[in-house]
């Protein structure tokens, strides 16, 4: 289900996001922690405004890698920087659709076996 919900996020960004023009207000170093508040590196935060299809001034903001330079406005009033995705949820969205498509077979053709006739099963 998780890896369901950022694959859509995801897809919606790939199909129904715009290219837009906007400017940076602020940028700065973040310090991305782990578990156990553990430093697991460095990213950078930047915050940035833009005017939406309608017309209005929005502001937003992304952490991404340091050397970081566009935004891509999103659905929904979700924007992100350009080129910033998650394809990791989007492969695990994938590996998950495999293994309950591989599941859903094997159920089928259980099934399929214990309803048919006696006469026509095969031995074991």
Not at 92 to 117: G, I, K, Q
Request: aromatic share 10%; hydrophobic share 35%; proline share 2%.
């Amino acid at each position: 289900m998780v890896s369901c919900c950022v694959s859509y996020h995801e897809l919606v960004f790939l199909l129904r996001g715009q290219h837009a023009k906007g400017v940076v207000t602020k940028t700065y170093e973040t310090i991305l922690r782990g578990r156990y508040g553990i430093e697991r590196g460095r990213a950078l935060t930047v915050e940035y405004t833009y005017t939406d299809a309608d017309g209005h001034l929005r502001s937003d903001s992304d952490t991404v890698p340091l050397d970081w330079s566009q935004y891509l406005p999103g659905a929904e009033g979700q924007t992100r920087l350009a080129g910033h995705m998650n394809k990791g949820g989007i492969a695990l969205f994938v590996v998950m659709c495999s293994v309950v498509a591989f599941f859903a077979y094997r159920l089928w053709r259980e099934a399929s076996e214990a309803t048919r006739p006696a006469s026509s099963r095969r031995r074991r």
